[in-house]
């Protein structure tokens, strides 16, 4: 056999070979693609209907399409943060994770959660309330989805108010003034000798104290902070709205008419007339008080009744992988049956604006109509700042104090002002 032949020979076999090893890649190449992408998601550990609900729903979308796969972990107790801090360090972020609204901004700003909004339809950012949109915003980026919306309200008791023949609100319009509700503090306070007439709970509450309080300072025409990079709070913190909010408190409570200091028991028990809380406690007061429990809206200090929207929101994790994988889930956890649910086990309200527009869920009157028309016409937005954690630390104690009297209100403002604004330059937005 001629060395010509046997060449020809060995390179038909060399070819023979090649061909099966790319027909077996081939396989192996089709075989990955038929393999599911895995996403982690951690959720924060809430009731127990709620969490029920979450994983329904996950599950109904690993049954809704072949391509990906979602595990979902709870993360037990109140070290959920710590736990994202925990994993960020060892690169082992899940997928997708919750973030508080007041957090929001923090995160953003570390890098720990990615912007979202060039992954997202216009349907699905159409479909956001300006303020829900507003929760999850940063440096003018989405980061953040909500799945349900609480709110910052008053709570009464019909059979208080019908007893004293004071005037009950029924939308943000028809808000108490400062004045009427003055008067209002002051007669239920006389009724209920003894005990406070207000409860706002604000002692030992930190972000609380700061988020209840707000939409009050907003309403008086004040701010948080200011600049272009949200930087400023000198002549903000100091001004005149946030001094004249603090002292009409403080009068009403040398009055013995408003308490700070508990978290929601006086109320609760039926003593204090009035409760100046997040809308999270309704389904608890409601069980108490059934239809005799009100929800009104805060009073108007001179620019309009004003509540402070806050929730859960889902974001997307700067180490995942698979960002569109990640965003498949979002945009199906944000169809609107699937936020009717959330907010239905949760008695507060649904992320969406066609979902809010429902005539049979939103009857002029009721509770969840209330809840809309503050989220619709009187919500304000937190300062989109990373430093809210600083604010948080530095007011939380001392906004009760002042409130009670235990430090002069003027001079510490100016103080704390002063003290801030040196230590927020760290934050300027990236």
Avoid at 22 to 47: F, M, Q, Y
Avoid at 241 to 247: L, T
Wanted: charged share 20%; net charge neutral.
């Amino acid at each position: 056999m001629s060395a010509l032949i046997l060449r020809t020979l060995y390179l038909s076999a060399l070819l023979c070979i090649a061909c099966a090893g790319l027909v077996g890649c081939d396989g192996d190449i089709e075989e990955a693609r038929k393999r599911p992408v895995t996403l982690t998601v951690w959720v924060h550990e809430s009731n127990a209907d709620e969490l029920r609900t979450i994983q329904a729903q996950v599950a109904a979308f690993n049954a809704s399409q072949y391509t990906i796969r979602v595990n979902a972990a709870v993360i037990p107790g109140s070290n959920f943060n710590s736990r994202i801090y925990e994993a960020l360090k060892n690169n082992k972020l899940p997928d997708i994770f919750e973030v508080e609204s007041y957090n929001l901004a923090h995160y953003a700003w570390q890098g720990i959660v990615a912007p979202i909004d060039k992954h997202l339809t216009d349907h699905s950012t159409e479909g956001m309330p300006p303020a829900v949109l507003d929760m999850g915003r940063y440096g003018g980026r989405l980061y953040g989805v909500a799945r349900h919306v609480d709110e910052t309200v008053l709570f009464a008791r019909r059979s208080v108010l019908d007893s004293l023949s004071i005037r009950i609100p029924d939308s943000v319009a028809s808000a108490w003034s400062r004045r009427e509700f003055h008067q209002v503090v002051r007669r239920i306070c006389a009724k209920h000798k003894g005990h406070p007439a207000l409860e706002l709970p604000l002692r030992g509450q930190e972000y609380e104290a700061l988020t209840q309080l707000l939409p009050a300072i907003r309403s008086a025409g004040g701010e948080l902070v200011g600049g272009v990079s949200l930087t400023e709070v000198a002549g903000r913190l100091n001004s005149r709205p946030w001094g004249d909010v603090i002292e009409y408190l403080r009068g009403l409570h040398r009055a013995g008419c408003f308490a700070t200091d508990g978290k929601g028991q006086s109320f609760f028990a039926g003593d204090a007339g009035l409760l100046w809380a997040n809308s999270a406690r309704y389904a608890r007061l409601k069980a108490r008080y059934g239809d005799d429990l009100l929800v009104l809206p805060l009073p108007d200090f001179g620019h309009g009744a004003r509540t402070l929207p806050s929730g859960w929101l889902w974001t997307l994790s700067s180490q995942t992988q698979h960002p569109q994988a990640a965003m498949s889930l979002l945009e199906f956890m944000r169809e609107d049956e699937r936020l009717v649910a959330v907010a239905d086990v949760n008695n507060d309200l649904p992320a969406s604006v066609t979902a809010l527009a429902d005539p049979l869920r939103f009857t002029p009157g009721s509770v969840s109509w209330m809840l809309a028309d503050l989220l619709l016409h009187g919500a304000v937005d937190l300062p989109p700042t990373p430093a809210l954690p600083l604010f948080a630390r530095s007011l939380g104690e001392l906004l009760p104090d002042m409130i009670e009297g235990k430090r002069p209100v003027r001079p510490e403002l100016d103080r704390v002002a002063v003290d801030l604004d040196r230590k927020i330059k760290g934050f300027e937005r990236l």
